[in-house]
């Protein structure tokens, strides 16, 4: 599986970005998917996961009320709605493909895109 993520940039604090991640190959339903980030000086952070169906998703604290996970298995893609974007969630955003269910743990996952940045000023 190969996972391309792109839709980040430069938005204002407040303001709604959404990051689309990309996936090959035919088995992109088999897998759930995530989210994480990572900014400067800090390790890599859970965002937000999806089940296979996208009927169940699991969303880390600090994005609670803010981001909605999705994902369109006709389309292999996952999406990322940010709303309410703060300064704290400039990082780069890596989509995650590979659990066998949901799972906020980064080595629940096999296959990671090559990651978009994401910047939110003050």
């Known amino acids: 599986v190969q996972l391309q993520a792109f839709g980040g940039g430069l938005v204002q604090a407040g303001g709604s970005l959404r990051l689309s991640c990309a996936a090959s190959?035919?088995?992109?339903?088999?897998?759930?998917m995530g989210w994480f980030r990572q900014a400067p000086g800090k390790e890599r952070e859970f965002v937000a996961a999806?089940?296979?169906?996208?009927?169940?998703?699991y969303l880390a604290d600090s994005v609670k009320g803010r981001f909605t996970i999705s994902r369109d298995n006709a389309k292999n893609t996952v999406y990322l709605q940010m709303n309410s974007l703060k300064p704290e969630d400039t990082a780069v955003y890596y989509c995650a493909a590979g659990a066998p269910s949901l799972s906020s743990w980064y080595r629940s996952y096999n296959y990671w895109g090559q990651g978009t940045q994401v910047t939110v000023s003050s």
């Open positions: 999806i089940s296979r169906s996208g009927g169940s998703t």
């Open positions: 190959g035919r088995t992109f339903s088999s897998y759930a």
